[in-house]
Nanobody
Framework: QVHLIETGGGLVQTGGSLRLSCVAS????????LAWFRQAPGKEREFVAV????????LYSESVKGRFFISRDNANNTAILQMNSLEPEDTAVYYC????????????????WGQGTQVTVSS
């Protein structure tokens, strides 16, 4: 079992930045890829970014590439999503997720989820 807790959401103006954190606990966290997904009202949950267990590999959705950056600190069992140049379209609940394999983009491929943190970007 892996437990995930997200923090760092909030309200920001267009063009601003936010930093989301995901603290993981439970099984050996470094064995898990950690990802961020988001879900806006009335929309399906969508992939944002994922980082491999050792932090060497990352993958981003096209909509956030070049603006968002994912990293992890295995010593502190934490994954970070640095979000820059935020746009109103980035408004959503952001979820941290873990899977025991690799850089997967489908929500159904993830075994563990956090409770989510709200990000709101005002125009």
């Amino acid at each position: 079992q892996v437990h995930l807790i997200e923090t760092g959401g909030g309200l920001v103006q267009t063009g601003g930045s936010l930093r989301l954190s995901c603290v993981a606990s439970g099984r050996t966290v470094r064995d898990y890829a950690l990802a961020w997904f988001r879900q806006a009202p009335g929309k399906e949950r969508e992939f944002v970014a994922v980082i491999s267990g050792n932090g060497a590999s990352t993958l981003y959705s096209e909509s956030v590439k070049g603006r968002f950056f994912i990293s992890r600190d295995n010593a502190n069992n934490t994954a970070i999503l640095q979000m820059n140049s935020l746009e109103p379209e980035d408004t959503a609940v952001y979820y941290c997720a873990a899977n025991h394999w690799t850089l997967l983009v489908r929500p159904a491929s993830y075994d563990y989820w956090g409770q989510g943190t709200q990000v709101t970007v005002s125009s």
